[in-house]
């Protein structure tokens, strides 16, 4: 078990436009006003696992912004645990927010950017079921070079889990 820090990291604008709304901030409130109590929560607080934003910060859907996912949270700040979309997130970059042409493209943006998981309702992460990932690691445009736990080692993925003593090593 583990917590998660939500929402990472422009939660921000009416909540039922959240999976389409677009809140513009400038970098100096970006850091100055949303980022202080996740870096707390990620840096000081090592909590293993961040749920990022239904909604897009200055044009770019949270669950797709490579500068917020790997950059800040994963470069800056070191952290080594598991980045999730909440339910639905990876639909949104394409349908709420239309900043991607597919499922397919939005679900690479996702990837990219440094997302480990998404709780979702759609086909696109299931096995066997219609998910498109596979299709989209085979034509290349995502796989384990594009994903940001994978820089980080073959065990990242369960790392956390492990570490919370949820599952045992094999």
């Known amino acids: 078990m583990t917590a998660t820090a939500k929402h990472y990291a422009v939660h921000s604008g009416p909540e039922p436009l959240r999976h389409g709304f677009d809140a513009k901030a400038s970098a100096h409130d970006i850091e100055d006003t949303y980022l202080p109590a996740f870096r707390a929560a990620v840096v000081e607080g090592r909590v293993k696992s961040v749920m990022c934003v239904y909604n897009a910060i200055n044009g770019v859907p949270g669950c797709a912004s490579e500068l917020l996912l790997d950059g800040t949270l994963r470069e800056q700040w070191k952290f080594d645990g598991y980045v ?19 499922a397919a493209e939005a679900g690479a943006f996702a990837v990219k950017a440094g997302l480990d998981n998404d709780c979702t309702t759609s086909a696109f992460f299931r096995p066997g079921r219609g998910s498109r990932l596979p299709a ?35």
């Open 84 to 102: 999730t979309g909440d339910c639905d997130a990876i639909r949104d970059i394409e349908t709420g927010h239309k900043y991607a042409r597919s």
């Open 136 to 170: 989209l690691r085979r034509r290349g445009e995502a796989g384990p070079a594009d994903r940001g736990r994978d820089r980080r080692g073959p065990q990242a993925d369960a790392a956390p889990a492990l570490r919370a003593g949820a599952v045992r090593p094999p």
